[in-house]
Structures are given as structure tokens and as C-alpha cells.
């Protein structure tokens, strides 16, 4: 059955792109990636077209010999032009389409959050429109991409290539970088690097001396951290992404309002501010949430699904 045969290409070209990008001898890493996660795409997209609208439905009505483009898969399924999904393969495609004139390796510092909101994105597409969990075909602790720990240094890459690249690559740069600012996680996963001081050096993770005049060391500072990039999501929000990972894990439980609080006032989430940011302008407080408070949450159902709730009440009583 050619649905069942394009899911299965489908599977292996996602492997194929994870494999690639992830693979430390390959220099040309995001080329491949691309190419394959786009594969990986129209394959999956045609299967379901075939599923929803018939078999003709993924051939040119004016040549039946010759199945559309992936960029018309997209068109058809997600009707919305905004969609930050729809804008990431998009994206995604356009550097697919100009990688073999614009070769280098700064696009992976561009384009790695862009690939990693991708692959989730195409995780949870696959669940969604074929029900296949495809945590089954790569384990969850090999989906996340390497990433590189330089950063765009536009006067290195002006000393390394023509200016046409350069022109190219800083302006790809900053059109996504504007990208990733207005959209959600479904167009990018940010990369953030997070320092904090501490005197238990068995929590820390790299270690560094403080001196104000040193060149090696660091100095203390101040930072203001914007709570609306560190705890974006709402109630609603949270409870959502929730129950999207306990579908994806096939746990039948379905967390509402009601759980969440629950939730929240056992394991006293408002009160940790890593978990809750408490917004205090009206005199009505407001409360908004990081994604370690899904993640929390999550992980705490997943231990014991069938009783978690029912325990949460009867201790919470006590």
C-alpha cells in the first residue's frame, strides 16, 4: 500500500536527518539536514493526504505522473500562513533550496533552533495525523540536536568568505533572529545559556574565579531577566502542552484546571520561582509559567498515572 510505503521512507529519512546533523565528522551537517527532514516532511504530508483526500490528491491534475512539491503539501494542510509550524518549514525548505550556492558552516549557529522546533514539530505531526510515536523509532534522549557553543561573529565571516555569502548570511541572520522573537516554540527552540553563583560546588556544572580585573576571570553582575522570555506560558498554555505529551507517551489521563491547581498548591509551584513568575501590577495578582513547570508536572503524572490525582487530594487534605 503506497501510504503505508511512504510513511516508512518517511521514518528513515527523519532518522537520516538526526544521523547527519548529529554526526561530528560530517562539515556539512545543516545541508544534509535539511534535505532529509524535508523528505521526511513530504513524504509523511502526502501519506496523510492520501488518507484525507484520495490518492490523487498528491499528483498534478495536469501530469498524474508527477506528485506536488512539498511546498504544496504545505499550502494544502496548513492553511494558515502565519502558523509558526507552516513559517519553520518554510524556512526550513528556502535554506534547502539555496544551501548548494550559500555552503557554510555558520548556518548551523543560524538554523539550529529552527531544525530542533522541526523535529518536534514533525514528532508530534506524525502522532497526530498517523498515530505513530516516533520515540519508538529514535529513543526521546537523541532527538535533541548538538549544538554548537560559537556564536555569529560577523567579522570572522567577512575575513573567511566573498561578500555575496556574507551579505547572505547576515541577512538571513537577522530576518530570522526577528522570527524567532515573534513567534512560539513551534517556529524555534531558543537556545539559552544560564550562569548562576553558588558555593555548593558539587551542584555546578563548570567552575570560574571571580576578579574585577582579571581577563580570565569574571566579574559579578547584575541581570535583569524579562519573565515574559523565562515564564511565557499561561494556565492554559501549560495544561495544553501537558496533555499533549501524556498523548504522545499514550497516558490515558487528561489533566484540566482543576488538576493543574491541585498541582500547584501541593508542590507549591507559586512559591518557586524558577516554576512561576508572580506578575503583581493590579492588585489582583497574576501568575505566568517556565516550561520547567510542564516538564515538572509531566514527569510527576508519568511516575504513577492511574493514582497521582487521587493521592495529590488525599494528602492535600491532611
Request: aromatic share 12%; glycine share 2%; charged share 30%.
Amino acid at each position: 500500500m503506497i501510504k503505508g510505503k511512504l510513511l516508512e521512507k518517511s521514518k528513515e529519512a527523519f532518522v537520516m536527518a538526526i544521523e547527519i546533523y548529529n554526526k561530528p565528522t560530517i562539515k556539512y551537517r545543516v545541508e544534509g539536514f535539511s534535505f532529509f527532514i524535508c523528505n521526511a516532511w513530504e513524504l509523511m504530508l502526502k501519506a496523510y493526504m492520501i488518507k484525507k483526500f484520495g490518492e490523487k490528491s498528491i499528483y498534478y491534475k495536469d501530469n498524474p505522473n508527477r506528485t506536488i512539491t512539498l511546498e504544496n503539501c504545505i499550502k494544502k494542510i496548513f492553511t494558515n500562513e502565519k502558523a509558526p509550524l507552516r513559517l519553520n518549514i518554510e524556512k526550513i525548505i528556502d535554506l534547502r533550496n539555496t544551501s548548494t550556492h550559500f555552503v557554510t558552516e555558520e548556518y548551523e549557529m543560524v538554523y539550529i533552533p529552527l531544525f530542533q522546533a522541526c523535529l518536534f514539530n514533525f514528532i508530534e505531526k506524525m502522532q497526530e495525523f498517523h498515530n505513530i510515536d516516533m520515540t519508538e523509532v529514535v529513543p526521546q534522549n537523541f532527538l535533541t540536536l548538538a549544538v554548537s557553543m560559537k556564536s555569529l561573529n560577523e567579522s570572522e565571516i567577512r575575513a573567511k568568505y566573498p561578500e555575496e555569502i556574507v551579505a547572505k548570511l547576515i541577512a538571513t541572520n537577522e530576518s530570522l533572529s526577528s522570527m524567532v522573537e515573534e513567534n512560539n516554540h513551534g517556529f524555534a527552540i531558543k537556545i539559552e545559556h544560564h550562569h548562576y553563583i553558588t558555593k555548593d560546588k558539587h551542584k555546578a556544572t563548570s567552575f570560574v574565579h571571580i576578579d574585577k580585573d582579571a581577563k580570565i576571570g569574571v566579574k559579578i553582575i547584575k541581570e535583569l531577566k524579562d519573565p515574559n522570555d523565562t515564564h511565557k506560558y499561561t494556565t492554559k498554555a501549560c495544561i495544553k502542552e501537558i496533555n499533549k505529551r501524556l498523548k504522545r507517551e499514550d497516558i490515558d489521563i487528561e489533566v484540566n484546571k482543576y488538576h493543574f491547581t491541585l498541582f500547584c498548591k501541593y508542590y507549591e509551584i507559586k512559591e518557586n520561582a524558577k516554576l512561576c513568575y508572580v506578575h503583581k501590577i493590579h492588585a489582583q495578582p497574576t501568575y505566568s509559567y517556565s516550561m520547567q513547570t510542564t516538564d515538572f508536572i509531566f514527569e510527576e503524572i508519568k511516575k504513577d498515572p492511574e493514582n497521582i490525582i487521587q493521592n495529590i487530594k488525599s494528602k492535600a487534605k491532611k
